[in-house]
């Protein structure tokens, strides 16, 4: 989610002995060195809820939400006061996000130790408390300076966490309540807090986009993160719809934000793939082909998790756009992949009309809930067009005339295609297609430009195109 | 609604049905008109996350030529601007929406000529009067006896999830600026009878006071019209939204349908018993006289007393499915497209009912409204035991021909479709008709016999098959030569491509999930 910047890990000797490091609570040390050094990642381990680090653990011991004010104020502002670069209203605010952190924290800490009255909910909303303390330190006057944002974007990405365990708690207990619908409840009840989660980072997503400040420190940096925390979580609500009004306000502001190389690749990878996703539901595979191809070509060669889900999406693109099919050698790197489109891509290569079928039968369900289905269903054209292809390269030459290069047989018989395709889907008596639908075919064929010819319906031949464009794109 | 409106034409258009019922009548609902159009492309009615319920008389209204002002108003008007009767407490604004609105209600009931200006209050001191009543007793206006202090989220709840996204990250929500002043001020009783709970509201004085004021108001908007001589609300108080199902107590067969704004009245609620002999009613009664408007809106308050009452059984499924099949026969489909939704729904509960019929319906809708992300979805709900069912395999198989373009198999499927599944193939089949002529004419050279259109293309027979061609095209296409009738498929160009084009453009329909 966000890079450590090594180079503000650990405080050098000579530094240490200039911060008047505390020995209690190594949480506030992190703090103070990221101040320090500016460094947005050190903060945001600071911010984040890892029940299992020693040092969270250790800043829930020693501290409770009432003393922390002055605890803060004597540890950390004071004895730092030369060093830092905090306000005193930006650190009023800090004391406020700590104590919400400090709450949010312990709720965490008692559902860990299932004591009495935790809860998922109570999590969620204890973390949400604490999100919109620290949004207040970004929208107030004496904000927070923009290289402090990795801090938001844990804050965002935890609040997506516990919303979802949260929905989850919900729907697990059934209280399902009723308004004043006319109707049945829906299911739009069992995203409540994955929704008002997402309404939170909108505000996130507004304070990235808003900021004026110039740029070298503007908060307009945590545009694509903010973005694409909020598609993440708009594809988990199922409301794709409104990733829409997020793309339109960017546009909006485009002429305000850096190019989108400038930006850490790996906010624009997440960014391109979740738009070409975006594209490729609204069939529009085009587009969608190039913000996907952008993605890959950006991605980390290691992040075979994510190199994997954009494949997921640019093959059925290529199979639509260009009739490409994946290499072996590309699907052997993944191997889910593999299994999705090496069946599916050997049958149309061959012109295997019920293999594909079959295949399509089997993967169906997995195809579906990755919203592939449809475009690969297309696929069947192209194994069609090679099945047709075949019958017309069986056709052989016309006889050659005084030493011209022989031509093929441009001219094939409706009832020949028929044929092939008989002996494809080992047609019996009662599912074989009738000359009608071959034609039908054919038609569709021709007209999607997959075959260059037409149907002389009353002598019921095929007439294809010459020198070599009956296929266009085969060679034939 | 448009700022730029002059506010006198802007209420006008707004205005809706309350004002005009006489207080004495004692039905106990506002008899809302019910949707004669079965025009399904006109977003005309209301859909469930919407607003208010169109009054059939507000196009007219909005055409009413602009009203000439007597001078006694007008003198009036100067009146309210004039600087000595300026009340500190009362903003200009405020003043102003008031003064608008006194002088639209007037002008709506006639009353401009009649109505003694001079005497009239002027609306700063209407609105500090009626602000000195409310705070002296708070209670006087709880029409509905028990305050409800979730009704305010419930209201926007259905909302929410979209409105409240909009990344130019306002405060407060669009529909909050801009409806809430007009719409539900213009709903309430004519200000000069100084009706308790008439408050006029400020936006920018952010007051729990003014927010529990107006929520009351609303509250009691939907019920005291209805029945101020019945049983007096303060002796029958209503239950809480999320205190549970209300149990009803009405014996009445019939009920006109009403939008709820607020807690549902008992007495006004029918129980499972008598709601089932209602539904024995409307089936007798739609077959005998088959008045679609008559039964969509029982059919839509038999609907709304099950969901307050929480009723969930075979009957309540039954009660949609039944609406859903007359809704498809009057191709109703914003109707249908509500009961499909809930349908879905209570299907996954397993209640009973005609599920594989449903989704059949399901998948066809879609492909008629062409939204591909609900297909994927509707796909994903088929189990491989559905699959075995006649007629969800029909509609897969519609499907996947079209998909594929393989025209002549959708139109022999389209001849032979189970259950109502017709009444929404009808709703696509002349445009997937110009996509095979596309394809067609792209094909086939020089020519076709009609014949052949006719029979690849599911027509009835020939003249319509030709009649249909004329209808997109010139006569030219045409050609009788030998006793039979060709279309010129070589000629006909681009002509069905840009009809098709025309056609596929994305279907709009009001109320889809």
Known sequence: MFDLDSRAISVSASQANRVRLTMSGTLLNDFIAAHLYESGPRLATVFTPDIYNDNLQTFHELFEPIGLPDDLRDKVFLPNKKQLKVSKAEQKVWVEVFVEYWKAVNELFMYQNRQPGASAVVIFNAWKKFVNVLIRGYSSPSSFPAWTLPCLYISGKYLRVFAIKADAEVVSQGSASFGFQDDLAADFEKNGNLEEAARIMNRMFTLCLSDRAPIEDSRKWGIYNTTNLLFKTYFKINSVGLTKNLLRAINAQSHDLPRLEAFPKSHIVTFEYYVGVIHFLDENYIEAEKHLTSAWRMCHRQALKNRELILTYLIPCHLVTTHTLPSPRLLAQFPRLEEFFRPLSNCIRKGDLVGFDRAMTAGEEEFVKRRIYLPLERGRDIALRNLFRKVFIAGGFEEAKDGQPPIRRTRVPVAEFAAALRIGTHATARTRVDTDEVECLLANLIYKGLMKGYIARERGIVVLSKNNSAFPGTGV | ?513
């Open chain 2, 1 to 513: 609604m448009s700022s730029s409106i002059p506010p006198w034409r802007a209420t006008a258009s707004v205005h809706s049905a309350p004002t005009a019922f006489p207080t004495s009548a004692t039905p106990a609902y506002i008899p809302v008109q019910a949707r004669r159009s079965l025009n399904h492309n006109k977003p005309t009615y209301p859909t469930t996350n919407g607003t208010t319920n169109q009054n059939p008389s507000s196009p007219a209204d909005a055409a009413q030529p602009r009203v000439a002002f007597p001078p006694p108003v007008r003198s009036y008007v100067q009146r309210c601007f004039a600087p000595e009767n300026e009340i500190p407490s009362v903003g200009n604004t405020e003043m102003q929406e008031k003064l608008r609105q006194v002088i639209t209600d007037a002008a709506e009931s006639g009353r401009l000529h009649t109505i003694d200006w001079d005497k009239l209050q002027l609306p700063q001191v209407m609105i500090q009067n009626e602000r000195n009543k409310i705070l002296a007793n708070p209670s006087v206006s709880s029409w509905a006896g028990t305050s409800q202090p979730s009704s305010p989220a419930d209201a926007s709840r259905k909302r929410k999830s979209t409105d409240n996204l909009d990344p130019s990250g306002s405060a407060s929500p669009p529909w909050r600026k801009t409806n809430n002043r007009n719409r539900f001020e213009d709903r309430v009783t004519y200000p000069t009878t100084g009706k308790k709970n008439h408050i006029k509201l400020d936006e920018s004085s952010k007051s729990k006071a003014n927010l529990e004021m107006r929520r009351r108001r609303f509250e009691g908007a939907g019920v005291n019209y209805g029945n101020p001589s019945t049983s007096s609300p303060i002796d029958s108080p209503r239950p809480e939204v999320d205190q549970g199902p209300v149990v009803g107590r009405s014996p009445t067969l019939e009920k006109n349908y009403f939008r709820l704004t607020s807690a549902p009245n008992p007495d006004t609620v029918r129980p499972l018993p008598v709601l089932k002999k209602t539904l024995d009613l409307l089936k007798k009664k739609w077959k005998k006289e088959g008045n679609y408007g008559y039964i969509c809106d029982q059919f839509k308050s038999l609907r709304q007393d099950l969901t307050v009452q929480h009723i969930r059984n075979e009957f309540t499924v039954n009660v949609y499915e039944i609406h859903a099949r007359i809704a498809l026969e009057k191709g109703d489909l914003g109707e249908y497209n509500q009961c499909q939704t809930q349908l879905r729904v209570l299907y996954a509960q397993k209640l009973g009912g005609n599920p594989t019929e449903f989704k059949a319906y399901r998948i066809l809708y879609f492909i008629y409204t062409r939204n591909w992300t609900a297909m994927n979805d509707a796909l994903a709900d088929v189990t491989a035991e559905d699959k075995k069912d006649l007629a969800v395999k029909h509609a897969l198989d519609v499907r996947s021909a079209l998909a594929l373009g393989n025209y002549h198999r959708f139109f022999s499927l389209y001849l032979d479709t189970p259950n109502m599944g017709a009444y929404l193939m009808d709703m696509f089949v002349d445009r997937e008709r110009l996509s095979a002529l596309a394809a067609i004419c792209r094909a086939y050279k020089p020519d076709v016999q009609i014949r052949f259109i006719t029979e690849e293309l599911g027509f009835e027979s020939d003249e319509q098959a030709a009649r249909f061609v004329l209808e997109q095209s010139s006569p030219e296409l045409l050609e009788e030569k030998q006793g039979t009738v060709k279309l010129l498929t070589g000629k006909a160009g681009l002509l069905f491509e840009n009809a098709k084009a025309e056609a596929h453009r994305v279907v709009d329909i009001k109320g889809q999930i």
